[in-house]
C-alpha cells in the first residue's frame, strides 16, 4: 500500500526478551518518527530520523532502545530486556520535507510484556 | 518547555449537536506550528490541520473549523452538526521552531457522538 506500515501489529513477549519493531514509510519520505503511546495518552516522542542519522533521539527512555535506519527508508526500532513498563502501542510516522509537520502515521505496533 | 493541555478528556453529545474540543499551548518560541489529529478506532492517527504561529485567521473545512487565539494561547476546534463518525480521539499538538521537530502531543479528547 502507499502508507506507512508496521509490523507486528501485535507482539506478545515475556519480560526480559529483546523485541524488535519494523517501520516502513512512505516512498520518498525523507523523516521518520516513533512515538509511543500508553492507554489513554497522547503519542510521546522516542526519536526522529532525517535520512539515515538520528536527528532528535531525546526521547528515547533509557538505553535499553535503540533505533536504526540504515539505507533511509525502513526503521527499526529495538528493545532490550524488556520490562512490563514497555508495554504500549509504538507508532511510526513519516514526513517530507514539503509537508512540515504534517505526518503521516502507521496504525501502529501494540507491545505487550509479560 | 513546551506543553500541549487537552483538559477535556471525555466529551459525549447527540448526533447532530456542535463540538468544541480546548487546546491549551505553552512555548516561549515565537514561531511554532498547532494541529489536530484524529485517531478513529483503528488507532491510526489522521492530520486534520496545520496552523502556523503567524496566522490567526480561523479557518473553517466543512464541518469542522478551527480557533487560533494567542492572546490566550489555545487553538480550539469546533465540529457542527456532529455525526456519528466523528467518535474518534482528538489530539492537538505543538511543534516548535519550523515544524520539522517532533510534535508534542496533548493527552487527547475521547468524543463520543450518539445516534
Known amino acids: 500500500g502507499a502508507g506507512v506500515s508496521q509490523t507486528p501489529s501485535n507482539k506478545v513477549t515475556e519480560k526480559g526478551k529483546y523485541v524488535e519493531l519494523r517501520c516502513d514509510p512512505i516512498s520518498g519520505h525523507t523523516a521518520l518518527y516513533w512515538y509511543r503511546q500508553s492507554l489513554g495518552q497522547g503519542p510521546e516522542f522516542l526519536i526522529y530520523?532525517?535520512?539515515?542519522?538520528?536527528?532528535?533521539d531525546s526521547g528515547l527512555p533509557n538505553d535499553r532502545f535503540f533505533a536504526v535506519r540504515p539505507e533511509g527508508s525502513v526503521s527499526t526500532l529495538k528493545i532490550q530486556r524488556t520490562e512490563r513498563g514497555d508495554s504500549a502501542v509504538y507508532l511510526c510516522a513519516s514526513s517530507s520535507s514539503l509537508n512540515t509537520g504534517e505526518l503521516f502515521f502507521g496504525e501502529g505496533s501494540r507491545l505487550t510484556v509479560l | 518547555a513546551q506543553k500541549v493541555t487537552q483538559a477535556q478528556t471525555e466529551i459525549s453529545v447527540v448526533e447532530k449537536e456542535d463540538v468544541t474540543l480546548d487546546c491549551v499551548y505553552e512555548?516561549?518560541?515565537?514561531?511554532?506550528?498547532l494541529f489536530w489529529y484524529k485517531q478513529p478506532p483503528s488507532g491510526e492517527l489522521v492530520f486534520l490541520i496545520r496552523r502556523n504561529s503567524f496566522d490567526e485567521q480561523n479557518e473553517i473545512s466543512g464541518r469542522y473549523s478551527w480557533n487560533f487565539q494567542k492572546s490566550t494561547s489555545s487553538f480550539n476546534f469546533t465540529i457542527t452538526a456532529s455525526q456519528v463518525v466523528d467518535s474518534a480521539v482528538y489530539f492537538c499538538a505543538l511543534s516548535e521552531d519550523s515544524g520539522n521537530t517532533p510534535l508534542v502531543f496533548g493527552k487527547g479528547t475521547r468524543l463520543s457522538v450518539i445516534a
Open positions: 512555548t516561549r518560541d515565537t514561531t511554532y506550528y
Open positions: 530520523f532525517q535520512g539515515t542519522g538520528a536527528a532528535d
